[in-house]
Structures are given as C-alpha cells and as structure tokens.
C-alpha cells in the first residue's frame, strides 16, 4: 500500500522560505507523477505544483510560480516544494499526491493517493 508523509510545515513570518517533503513508501516512486496542493480554511483544495515523473518537467500555478519550485529526488523516493517569499494567502495545509497517469495532473481527481498533509501558516 502506497503511503505519503509530508514533513516541513510550521509557523513563519512574510517573506520567510520554507521546504516541504513528502515520502512515498510501499510503492515504485519513479512511476507516479507528483503533486502539492492545498487547502485553506472554508476553501477548496487547489493546486500548487506538480511535477513529472520521469523528466521532472514542471508546472505551477500562477498564484505561487516564481516563489514556489517543486523538485524530486527518486533515488530517496521524496518530492520537495521549495516556498520562497512566503505571503499571509499561502497560508493553508498542504498536501503532497502521487498519481500513475503520465504528464502535469493540476484536478484532485487524478491523484491516486494522499499524503496527511502538513500546515503552513505565514503571519503578517
């Protein structure tokens, strides 16, 4: 059974730079595409990043692109979301997904399985 744990989160102020991770164990980690998405209280979960599974290509909202970069390191089964920039609006849990379906996923719906999630809260 293929499980994820995100680790990371905290309490940072405006501006601060925080790294998420999220280990996959209980499967093959080079076969999923991957991706972050969050939640804010009374919202929608929304995307943030993903990335591919074999070229590690990219994609991100535009909400978070050029402050935010996903990576993944398959020799130790994790993805990273490095948050640069930090704003009080990217305070929400955030959530890592592992999908089989190749390519960029951005929709909830083609991810497989989920991480606990891990909160992020950024004061002003």
């Known amino acids: 059974q293929v499980q994820l744990v995100e680790s990371g989160g905290g309490l940072v102020q405006t501006g601060d730079s925080l790294r998420l991770s999220c280990a996959l164990s209980?499967?093959?980690?080079?076969?999923?595409?991957m991706g972050w998405f969050r939640q804010a209280p009374g919202k929608e979960r929304e995307f943030v990043a993903a990335?591919?599974?074999?070229?590690?290509?990219?994609y991100y909202a535009d909400s978070v692109k050029g402050r935010f970069t996903i990576s993944r390191d398959n020799a130790k089964n994790t993805v990273y979301l490095q948050m640069g920039n930090l704003k009080p609006e990217d305070t929400a849990v955030y959530y890592c997904?592992?999908?089989?379906?190749?390519?960029?996923?951005?929709?909830?719906?083609?991810?497989?399985?989920w991480g606990q999630g891990t909160q992020v809260t950024v004061s002003s």
């Open positions: 997904a592992a999908t089989r379906t190749s390519g960029i996923n951005t929709a909830p719906g083609s991810y497989d399985y």
């Open positions: 209980g499967g093959i980690f080079n076969i999923y595409a």
């Open positions: 990335i591919t599974r074999v070229y590690g290509n990219t």
